[in-house]
C-alpha cells in the first residue's frame, strides 16, 4: 500500500464511525490519501454532498 500510495502509513489504521449511516470507515491521513488516489485514478468521484461513488 506505501508504494500504491506514496504514503508510509501508521501501522494502527484508524476507524471512524459515519452516525448517519451507523457504518464503520477508514478515517485519519490514510482514509484521505486513500480517497485522493481513487479519485486521482478515476476510479471514483466525490459529489458535492461528499458522497462517494465509484465507477466501473
Known amino acids: 500500500m506505501q508504494q500504491w500510495l506514496g ?15 451507523r457504518k464503520f470507515h477508514i478515517g485519519g491521513v490514510l482514509g484521505e490519501k486513500i480517497l485522493e488516489k481513487l479519485i ?4 471514483c468521484q466525490l459529489t458535492q454532498n461528499r ?5 466501473n
Do not use: A, Q, T
Not at 504514503?7 to 449511516?21: A, G, M
Not at 486521482?40 to 476510479?43: L, N, Q, V
Open 7 to 21: 504514503y508510509r502509513s501508521d501501522p494502527n489504521i484508524k476507524v471512524c464511525l459515519d452516525f448517519s449511516e
Open 51 to 55: 458522497r462517494i461513488v465509484f465507477k
Open 40 to 43: 486521482y485514478e478515476r476510479k
